[in-house]
């Protein structure tokens, strides 16, 4: 058969020039599902009506001087500058060890048990590329942070959602759905706690139940803990610290949350020998290494004094607790975060069921973007009511933003 060429055109099993009745998508098919993010949509409906973005989960003041002066530093010294190590730099890989440590009593050895990656997003992808086969099936809750599902996609994997559901005021999690969600293809569980979007905090007896299981079907599990510093009711407990997970858990974390400074993104996992070796030869072929000079930064982050990581709590404990309640005040049903920088609300008090419709229509009822919890459901119905909002901003953009809530109530 010979390669058809515009002689071709015109014969009568050649459509010839303009469009083909089935052209080859460009979007590689395992992504055709995804389309743009919610937040590029809504951050630009932000911009083209002046609102208020509460909806994508950016602080609107950047972290601490020091920190940015180290960067300053870092790139004046030329240090980071030329590609670092791929494992990340050492002054990082320890900071981190030292920080597992200091705050949860986990000993990890910096060179064969820390690897720097790009963010947590970074992180997350190389984590299901490394471990996932096609076929295998990965069990996350939902709704779940959005790359989630793209990641496990593009592994081939098949993502089996456990839904966490609203109940007196908290969502939580169904330990006996979980437990049913497991099949002999089980993979990984891919866990998120504090989480996002709901804020739930998983107890530490809710912990205890994900690891026995994990054990007793010999499961990995990929914890995303980019929140562990956000707690503002309980505790954050690593799921590491629990019998048997030490060896069969992947923790990743971020600067991005706890240092305020998303743009940098160094993120990186704790794991072991085995699993870090694993994940590295995913990452090494994404990024390869990323972030030199802020690396640097962050390792001297990783070791502001315990102040800071309160400070930063309670500041955002504060609005936490000014959004929830100018939320409840407009007439939103509120679930109070006991972690993360976000709230989700329920819209049914105002009237309203579809999420997607109210969050496209309310920066111009009243100059506020949010985003719809549907986004991060496979289960989409599930999610249809609820409504997320962040509170990573300023007091005064919290407050002005509230008072523009409030003329919603009543159907105004
Ligand atoms: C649960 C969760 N994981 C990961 C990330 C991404 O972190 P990073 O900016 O470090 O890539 C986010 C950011 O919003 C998140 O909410």
């Not at 909002?389 to 933003?401: G, L, N, S, W, Y």
């Amino acid at each position: 058969m010979t390669t058809p060429t515009e002689h071709d055109a015109g014969r009568a099993d050649n459509p010839g020039p303009g469009p083909r009745p089935h052209p080859r998508p460009l979007l590689n098919r395992r992504l055709a599902e995804f389309g743009t993010t919610i937040f590029a949509e809504m951050s630009a409906l932000a911009q083209k009506t002046g609102a208020i973005n509460l909806g994508q989960g950016f602080p609107d003041t950047d972290g601490p001087e020091e920190v940015r002066e180290a960067a300053v530093r870092a790139l004046r010294d030329g240090r980071g500058n030329q590609y670092p190590p791929g494992p990340g730099v050492p002054e990082l890989r320890t900071a981190v060890a030292d920080h597992q440590l200091g705050r949860y009593g986990l000993s990890f050895d910096p060179d064969t048990e820390v690897l720097v990656t790009a963010g947590a997003t970074e992180a997350i992808a190389a984590s299901l590329l490394a471990l996932v086969e096609p076929g295998d099936e990965v069990v996350a809750l939902e709704p779940y942070y959005d790359s989630y599902a793209a990641c496990i996609a593009l592994a081939g994997g098949t993502r089996v959602p456990v839904t966490l559901r609203p109940h007196e005021g908290r969502y939580v999690l169904d330990l006996d759905e979980l437990r049913a969600a497991v099949t002999p293809r089980t993979r990984l569980i891919l866990l998120n706690s504090p989480h996002n979007p709901t804020g739930t905090v998983l107890s530490r007896a809710e912990l205890a139940a994900v690891a026995a299981l994990a054990v007793e079907r010999d499961l990995l599990v990929v914890t995303d803990e980019v929140y562990e510093h956000l707690v503002f009711d309980g505790e954050h407990v690593p799921l590491a610290s629990f019998p048997g997970m030490r060896e069969r858990t992947v923790t990743i974390s971020s600067a991005g949350k706890t240092f305020s400074f998303t743009g940098w993104k160094v993120g990186w996992i704790t794991a072991s020998p085995a699993l870090v070796a694993a994940v590295r030869g995913a990452k090494q072929f994404l990024t390869y290494v990323s972030a030199g000079p802020f690396q640097y930064a962050v390792a001297e982050a990783l070791r502001l004094p315990a102040a800071y990581f309160t400070a930063l709590r309670d500041d955002l404990r504060a609005k936490r607790d000014l959004l929830s309640a100018g939320l409840a005040d407009a007439g939103f049903e509120v679930y109070r975060p006991a972690g993360t920088y976000f709230v989700t609300t329920d819209i049914r008090p105002l009237g309203e069921s579809d999420g997607f419709a109210f969050c496209r229509a309310l920066p111009e009822r009243c100059g506020v973007v949010a985003v719809p919890n549907a986004v991060f459901y496979d289960h989409r119905e599930q999610g249809a009511p609820f409504v997320r909002f962040a509170f990573c901003k300023r007091t005064e953009v919290i407050q002005d933003a509230t008072a523009r809530l409030k003329t919603l109530a009543g159907g105004a």
